[in-house]
T-cell receptor, first 115, second 111 residues
Framework: GAVVSQHPSRVICKSGTSVKIECRSL??????MFWYRQFPKQSLMLMAT?????????EQGVEKDKFLINHASLTLSTLTVTSAHPEDSSFYIC???????????FGPGTRLTVL | EDKVVQSPLSLVVHEGDTVTLNCSYE??????LLWYKQEKKAPTFLFML????IEKKSGRLSSILDKKELFSILNITATQTGDSAVYLC???????????FGGGTRLMVKP
């Protein structure tokens, strides 16, 4: 199956700093990438959808100025959590898919802890 | 608004038991229903169901879709402690590849 990597797997940062998370498709061209957030014991909540070369589409309630998404190439998307606060602490998961596919392939996730 | 609902929320069984997990969906222009298993990290893919009434099977796991009743079940027979996880179902539509996830069923299998 298609492989998606995510980096870093875990990050701890101070309140007010920015954190960048990378999502890479390793063996296919990710025309679309999705970013999810998962709080403890809850399901995955879609934050935004990004198509390569276009601006991301954010779900209602997700601040686009706080969660900056860049999908500049067919293999890389980045999520930057700007001015992170403790309430941003969560498990962030990306997934990727190619045009015509139904299935999304998930990255291993990034656990963010903001102190 | 698309909606996917899973039941039960949680389940505790003993090894060897059989469990049935439920997933109902309301997805506009529905295309497929997917099942995932999530342990400590990101979800891992189990099944994708597109056609009604055709059972998909992988070892002790099987799943089937009923497009008339907008429902899917995931069966696990002869459960093992390694089956303990959160099981997620998600619906997708023809408009794109967006997944709408259900809340998940947390399964715990005791020795």
């Amino acid at each position: 199956g298609a492989v998606v990597s995510q980096h870093p797997s875990r990050v701890i940062c101070k309140s007010g700093t920015s954190v960048k998370i990378e999502c890479r498709s390793l063996d296919f061209q990710a025309t679309t990438m999705f970013w999810y957030r998962q709080f403890p014991k809850q399901s995955l909540m879609l934050m935004a959808t990004s198509n390569e070369g276009s601006k991301a589409t954010y779900e209602q309630g997700v601040e686009k100025d706080k969660f900056l998404i860049n999908h500049a190439s067919l293999t890389l998307s980045t999520l930057t959590v700007t001015s992170a606060h403790p309430e941003d602490s969560s498990f962030y998961i990306c997934s990727a898919t190619e045009t015509g596919w139904v299935e999304q392939f998930f990255g291993p996730g990034t656990r963010l802890t903001v102190l | 608004e698309d909606k996917v609902v899973q039941s039960p929320l949680s389940l505790v069984v003993h090894e060897g038991d059989t469990v049935t997990l439920n997933c109902s969906y309301e997805v506009t222009n529905f295309r497929s229903l997917l099942w995932y298993k999530q342990e400590k990290k990101a979800p891992t893919f189990l099944f994708m169901l597109t056609s009604s009434g055709i059972e998909k099977k992988s070892g002790r796991l099987s799943s089937i879709l009923d497009k008339k009743e907008l429902f899917s079940i995931l069966n696990i027979t002869a459960t093992q402690t390694g089956d303990s996880a959160v099981y997620l179902c998600a619906g997708t539509n023809n408009a794109g590849n967006m997944l709408t996830f259900g809340g998940g069923t947390r399964l715990m299998v005791k020795p």
